[in-house]
């Protein structure tokens, strides 16, 4: 069975930093792209960011890129979020994605609150 | 950016009647590799969204078969045959063509 389990959400004031992560399990990592979704609070979905299978090409949105950076670790299964220079914006929950032109999983999400 | 405009907004639907979702493109979603990359995606209440279709018309496993998506080029449809209770929700599509990634407003499905 397929898992992504989001964590390293919480609240951080703004200019911050977090990480978040993305443990994956039940499929074979290494062989998928992988993204990043948020929604803010009542709102839709917004792509966030996306990482290829080996890792050598990140794609992010406008409004992140420069202060967010996609990774990821295929010996541990793991999809990373750094994101750094926090606005209010950005508060919303974070999901973790299988593939970029039509992902089929998501993960449960991550809340990220960014507020003084 | 690609901007993707659903229509309706709200959907009020009596159960065991019909309904209908559109989702336009504001430029062609097909792909240099010749695949139409629209999808979409069903969120209930409290749950993480759901993949229900993708490239168009490919029903996921375990969805129902009430469940159709068709369209091309810019214009698209999802269709729910006969709405049941467990489909209220928030319907978006999303394409996976362009860069960036973009999702529609989302519509919001619920009983009459």
């Known amino acids: 069975e397929v898992q992504l389990l989001e964590s390293g959400g919480g609240l951080v004031q703004p200019g911050g930093s977090l990480r978040l992560s993305c443990a994956a399990s039940?499929?074979?990592?290494?062989?998928?792209?992988m993204s990043w979704v948020r929604q803010a609070p009542g709102r839709g979905l917004e792509w966030v960011s996306s990482i290829t299978s080996s890792g050598d090409g990140t794609f992010y949105a406008d409004s992140v890129k420069g202060r967010f950076t996609v990774s990821r670790d295929n010996s541990k299964n793991t999809l990373y979020l750094q994101m750094n220079s926090l606005r209010a914006e950005d508060t919303a929950i974070y999901y973790c994605?299988?593939?970029?032109?039509?992902?089929?999983?998501w993960g449960q999400g991550t809340l990220v609150t960014v507020s003084s | 950016d690609v901007v993707m405009t659903q229509s309706p907004l709200s959907l009020p639907v009596t159960l065991g009647q019909p309904a209908s979702i559109s989702c336009r493109s504001s430029?062609?979603?097909?792909?240099?590799?010749?695949?139409?990359?629209l999808n979409w995606f069903q969120q209930r209440p409290g749950q993480s969204p759901r993949r229900l279709i993708y490239?168009?018309?490919n029903r996921d496993s375990g969805v129902p078969d009430r469940f159709s998506g068709s369209g091309s080029g810019t214009d698209f449809t999802l269709k729910i045959s006969r709405v049941e209770a467990e489909d209220v929700g928030v319907y978006y599509c999303?394409?996976?063509?362009?860069?960036?990634?973009?999702f529609g407003q989302g519509t919001r499905v619920e009983i009459k």
């Open positions: 490239k168009v018309s």
């Open positions: 999303m394409q996976g063509t362009h860069w960036p990634r973009t």
């Open positions: 039940g499929f074979t990592f290494s062989s998928y792209s």
């Open positions: 994605l299988r593939g970029l032109s039509w992902p089929d999983y």
């Open positions: 430029q062609s979603l097909v792909h240099s590799d010749g695949n139409t990359y």
